[in-house]
């Protein structure tokens, strides 16, 4: 059965405005200027995922919190269950950017990662 989407893609400051036809795992994308665009349209619509930013507490650090990401996108229905785990998360300073927080959030494959380094107080 032919679905039909339009999104606004978020991949470049243009916002193309997409149409996205799929059938199954057949899918076409019109309306982007952009290889990334037809790219966006497709995962928008076969796998959706999203990179994931927030904090988390420090300890012993020279701020309450520290600024982290995940590495990579993840599954978009897991978003809400990887932030409780941010939100339980507490980390011992120093920090470095680029250190894992937390290994393979939520079975995703995935790690969170500083994006600020904290040195202890």
Excluded at 7 to 29: E, F, M
Excluded at 73 to 89: A, C, L, Y
Aim: proline share 3%; glycine share 8%; hydrophobic share 35%.
């Amino acid at each position: 059965m032919m679905k039909e989407y339009e999104l606004t893609c978020i991949q470049c400051p243009i916002g193309c405005a997409l149409t996205v036809t799929a059938d199954g795992d057949n899918v076409a994308v019109s309306g982007n200027t952009c290889l990334r665009g037809a790219e966006y349209g497709r995962k928008e619509v076969l796998h959706p995922s999203r990179t994931v930013t927030s904090t988390v507490l420090t300890e012993n650090g020279e701020i309450k919190r520290l600024s982290v990401k995940t590495k990579t996108d993840i599954p978009k229905e897991k978003i809400f269950e990887v932030m409780d785990v941010i939100r339980k998360t507490k980390v011992k300073a120093p920090v470095r950017i680029g250190d894992v927080v937390i290994e393979n959030v939520c079975g995703t494959g995935v790690d969170v990662i500083a994006t600020k380094s904290v040195e202890k107080r």
